[in-house]
């Protein structure tokens, strides 16, 4: 196992006109499990290709510890990889096809029989060993797909690539956890990459967010839901995403539209800012007598266990994820607060500061 160093790496599949990953310099430590998460084509694929060999990067440099490996090829790289499709020899039995990465490697055959019942076990496959993999649905084909990424043990990191896309929903929850039972067990350095939040938030160590070829943010789940440094990081992880709301500084205070809302932590220059709330934390009717912006209620989405109610300030929509069975009706108009601790100050989509409360300062 080793640390993964990008060090200047970016690709462009077009002669440099655009580029599908951006030059980055990041570390994967050794042992960590990560998600990449970020939307359909902003470089995911691309990033886990150029770290496998499959890909070799337009311009910078990749190091397994010291090793410089740019220029190895796959073979000599030490890596699993799952795919999203299962890659399976179809003719094969299951037994066979999860012992082929070790038989290929010359390991001996007790320690091939160890490892591949020890994988089937984890992950359900045992009464299915003697089967060809021709004859499983497409879902256990995938879970022996994923049983042959992991029967290494010794192995750089383990790369996997969307690989429950096929996999039943259901099933899907309970292969998640088995892949974290593995990571603990085995202490593989783990790249999955995702583009679903709570496959990414539920799984790992750290989630690397990805925007338009470029890291927008990593960190454990709590730090990107609580603390996000871009707007993409707001919007795209949690459910609904952080509110964002037009705002202006001002004498080092904080307005929306006629109402002062709190201070701007963080030295700011005066200008327009976006006020970043997650719904989560907007407060419907606190304290009256402390900051906050008139709003009218334009529906209240009821979902069981928590009402969503939307509201419109001016012309802006925010959103307020409440107790169910709240009291508020449409077009009612309420008094929203933003707790300081809980709002953020973004200016052209990156974190540039927080707000803080008035304590007496302003004009509301
Ligand atoms: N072989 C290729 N030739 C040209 N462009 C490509 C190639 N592969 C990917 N791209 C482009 O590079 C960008 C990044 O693609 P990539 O497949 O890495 O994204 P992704 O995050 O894996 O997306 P998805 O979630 O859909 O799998 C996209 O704009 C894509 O169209
Ligand atoms: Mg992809």
Same mark, same amino acid.
């Given at each position: 196992?080793?640390?993964?160093?990008?060090?200047?790496?970016?690709?462009?599949?077009?002669?440099?006109?655009?580029?599908?990953?951006?030059?980055?310099?990041?570390?994967?430590?050794?042992?960590?499990?990560?998600?990449?998460?970020?939307?359909?084509?902003?470089?995911?694929?691309?990033?886990?290709?150029?770290?496998?060999?499959?890909?070799?990067?337009?311009?910078?440099?990749?190091?397994?510890?010291?090793?410089?490996?740019?220029?190895?090829?796959?073979?000599?790289?030490n890596?699993?990889?799952?795919?999203?499709?299962?890659?399976?020899?179809?003719?094969?039995?299951?037994?066979d096809?999860l012992a082929f990465p070790l038989r290929n490697r010359k390991y001996p055959a007790k320690d091939v029989d160890e490892r591949v019942r020890q994988v089937?076990? &984890?992950?359900?496959?045992?009464?299915?060993?003697?089967?060809?993999?021709?004859? &499983?649905?497409?879902?256990?084909?995938?879970?022996?797909?994923?049983?042959r990424?992991?029967v290494r043990s010794q192995v750089?990191?383990?790369?996997?690539?969307?690989?429950?896309?096929?996999?039943?929903?259901?099933?899907?929850?309970?292969?998640?956890?088995?892949?974290?039972?593995?990571?603990?067990?085995?202490?593989?350095?783990?790249?999955?990459?995702?583009?679903?939040?709570?496959?990414?938030?539920?799984?790992?160590?750290?989630?690397?967010?990805?925007?338009?070829?470029?890291?927008?943010?990593?960190?454990?789940?709590?730090?990107?839901?609580?603390?996000?440094?871009?707007?993409?990081?707001?919007?795209?992880?949690?459910?609904?995403?952080?509110?964002?709301?037009?705002?202006?500084?001002?004498?080092?205070?904080?307005?929306?539209?006629?109402?002062?809302?709190?201070?701007?932590?963080?030295?700011?220059?005066?200008?327009?800012?976006?006020?970043?709330?997650?719904?989560?934390?907007?407060?419907?009717?606190?304290?009256?007598?402390?900051?906050?912006?008139?709003?009218?209620?334009?529906?209240?989405?009821?979902?069981?266990?928590?009402?969503?109610?939307?509201?419109?300030?001016?012309?802006?929509?925010?959103?307020?994820?409440?107790?169910?069975?709240?009291?508020?009706?449409?077009?009612?108009?309420?008094?929203?607060?933003?707790?300081?601790?809980?709002?953020?100050?973004?200016?052209?989509?990156?974190?540039?500061?927080? &707000?803080?409360?008035?304590?007496?300062?302003?004009?509301?």
């Amino acid at each position: 196992m080793a640390d993964i160093r990008l060090e200047g790496v970016g690709h462009s599949y077009d002669g440099g006109r655009t580029w599908a990953l951006k030059p980055m310099t990041w570390t994967w430590q050794s042992s960590r499990a990560y998600a990449l998460l970020g939307p359909s084509g902003c470089g995911k694929t691309t990033l886990l290709n150029i770290i496998s060999g499959l890909i070799t990067p337009t311009v910078g440099r990749i190091f397994f510890d010291d090793r410089d490996v740019t220029d190895v090829p796959t073979a000599g790289r030490n890596i699993a990889q799952v795919f999203q499709f299962p890659v399976l020899y179809e003719e094969m039995s299951v037994y066979d096809n999860l012992a082929f990465p070790l038989r290929n490697r010359k390991y001996p055959a007790k320690d091939v029989d160890e490892r591949v019942r020890q994988v089937a076990r &984890l992950l359900g496959l045992e009464d299915v060993l003697r089967r060809r993999s021709r004859r &499983l649905d497409p879902g256990r084909q995938q879970i022996v797909s994923l049983g042959r990424g992991l029967v290494r043990s010794q192995v750089a990191a383990v790369l996997l690539d969307e690989p429950l896309t096929v996999v039943d929903p259901a099933l899907k929850w309970t292969l998640r956890s088995k892949l974290k039972e593995i990571h603990r067990d085995t202490g593989h350095t783990l790249i999955y990459v995702t583009h679903d939040q709570t496959e990414a938030l539920t799984f790992a160590d750290e989630v690397v967010v990805v925007n338009d070829g470029a890291i927008v943010q990593a960190g454990e789940p709590a730090e990107l839901f609580l603390s996000p440094a871009h707007e993409f990081v707001g919007h795209f992880i949690g459910s609904p995403g952080m509110n964002m709301l037009p705002a202006e500084i001002a004498d080092g205070v904080v307005r929306v539209g006629e109402s002062d809302v709190g201070l701007a932590e963080g030295d700011l220059p005066p200008g327009p800012v976006r006020i970043g709330v997650r719904p989560e934390f907007v407060l419907i009717n606190g304290d009256r007598r402390s900051p906050g912006v008139a709003a009218r209620v334009t529906g209240i989405d009821r979902m069981g266990a928590y009402d969503l109610v939307h509201t419109l300030v001016g012309e802006h929509t925010v959103t307020a994820k409440t107790e169910a069975g709240s009291p508020y009706t449409p077009e009612s108009t309420e008094f929203l607060h933003f707790p300081a601790d809980r709002t953020f100050l973004f200016r052209d989509q990156v974190r540039c500061g927080s &707000l803080a409360p008035l304590n007496g300062r302003g004009t509301t």
